[in-house]
C-alpha cells in the first residue's frame, strides 16, 4: 500500500497540470452548483458514487478523491497552501475534495482538488504519513514546514 501512495503522488505529479477543464455533464440543479470562484459542488449518495466530474479524469485522482473522503478527521487538520482559504473559503484541505459529509452518508464533493496540484500533494502526503503511522500532529508539523514558503497563505486550520 505505501508504495501505491508514493506512485500516485508521482503519477499526480507527471500527469496533472495546474488547472483541467471540469467535466459538463448534464445533471440536476440540486445535485450540482458551480461557485462564483468557478469550482464545482456535486452530491452523491455516497463515497462509493463519485462525483461526474471526476469522469475522464485519471484512476489516480478519482482514487485519492475516495481515500480524502475517507479521511476527514485527519484532512480537517491539514491546511492546505493553494490559497483555497481566500479564493474558495475553505477552511483546511479535506474542504478541497469535499464540501460537506451527511449524516445519512451522502456526500458534496468539491471540484478544487481537480485542478489544484498543492491540493493533491497535501492529501497524499497527509494520509501516506498517517498510514505508516504519524500522528495528526507530526502530519500537521511536517506539511506547515514544508509549504510555509513559496505557497499561499495556508487555510485557517485550527491546530490539534
Request: hydrophobic share 30%; net charge negative.
Amino acid at each position: 500500500m505505501r508504495s501505491f501512495i508514493l506512485s500516485f503522488t508521482i503519477l499526480t505529479t507527471a500527469l496533472l497540470g495546474a488547472c483541467s477543464a471540469a467535466d459538463t455533464n448534464e445533471l440536476e440543479e440540486s445535485a450540482r452548483q458551480t461557485l462564483s470562484n468557478g469550482d464545482i459542488r456535486e452530491e452523491t449518495t455516497s463515497v462509493e458514487e463519485l462525483p461526474s466530474f471526476l469522469v475522464g479524469k485519471n484512476e489516480d485522482m478519482q482514487q485519492l478523491y475516495t481515500v480524502a473522503a475517507q479521511h476527514e478527521e485527519l484532512l480537517e487538520h491539514i491546511p492546505c497552501y493553494c490559497g483555497c482559504g481566500q479564493s474558495a473559503n475553505h477552511k483546511d484541505n479535506y474542504d478541497c475534495f469535499v464540501h460537506q459529509y451527511n449524516e445519512d452518508g451522502s456526500l458534496v464533493w468539491d471540484d478544487h482538488g481537480t485542478k489544484c496540484q498543492v491540493c493533491l500533494d497535501i492529501a497524499a502526503e497527509s494520509i501516506n504519513m498517517s498510514r505508516e503511522g504519524k500522528t495528526i500532529k507530526e502530519i500537521r508539523i511536517y506539511i506547515d514546514e514544508k509549504y510555509k514558503d513559496g505557497y499561499a497563505e495556508p487555510t485557517p486550520t485550527p491546530n490539534v
